[in-house]
C-alpha cells in the first residue's frame, strides 16, 4: 500500500524559501512519478510540479514562475519541493502525491483526479 507523509510546511515572510519533504513507501523508489499539488480553501488543488521515476526529468506549472524545485532521492524514497521569494499567493496546502503513470510530458498530471496516490498535506502560509 502506497503511502505518503508530507513535512516541512510552516509560517514563512514574504521573499523566504522553504523545503517541503515526503516520505514514501509502499513502492520502490524509482517506480513512480511524483508530484506536488497545492490548495486554497477556496480553489481546487493544482499541480504545480512532477518529477520522473529516475530523477531526470522535471515539469512545472507555468504559475510558479521558476521559484520552485522539485528533486528526490529514489534510495530512501524521499521528495522535495524547495520553494524559493515566497509570496503571499504561495499560502496553501501542499500536498505530495504519485502515480505509476501520468509522466511528467502529458498534461493529465496536472488534474488531481487522475492521480491515486495523496499524502495528508502541508500547511504554507506566507505574511507579507
Known amino acids: 500500500q502506497v503511502q505518503l507523509v508530507a513535512s516541512g510546511g510552516g509560517s514563512v515572510q514574504a521573499g523566504g524559501s522553504l523545503r517541503l519533504s515526503c516520505a514514501a513507501s509502499?513502492?520502490?523508489?524509482?517506480?513512480?512519478?511524483m508530484y506536488w499539488f497545492r490548495q486554497t480553501p477556496d480553489k481546487e488543488r493544482v499541480g504545480v510540479a512532477c518529477?520522473?521515476?529516475?530523477?531526470?526529468?522535471?515539469r512545472y506549472a507555468d504559475s510558479v514562475e521558476g521559484r520552485l524545485t522539485i528533486s528526490r532521492i529514489n534510495t530512501n524514497n524521499t521528495l522535495f519541493l524547495q520553494i524559493e521569494r515566497l509570496k503571499a499567493e504561495d499560502t496553501a496546502t501542499y500536498y505530495c502525491a504519485a502515480s505509476p503513470v501520468h509522466s511528467c510530458y502529458s498534461d493529465s498530471w496536472l488534474n488531481f483526479r487522475n492521480v491515486p496516490n495523496w499524502g495528508q498535506g502541508t500547511q504554507v502560509t506566507v505574511s507579507s
Open positions: 509502499g513502492f520502490s523508489g524509482g517506480e513512480y512519478y
Open positions: 518529477i520522473s521515476p529516475g530523477g531526470v526529468v522535471t
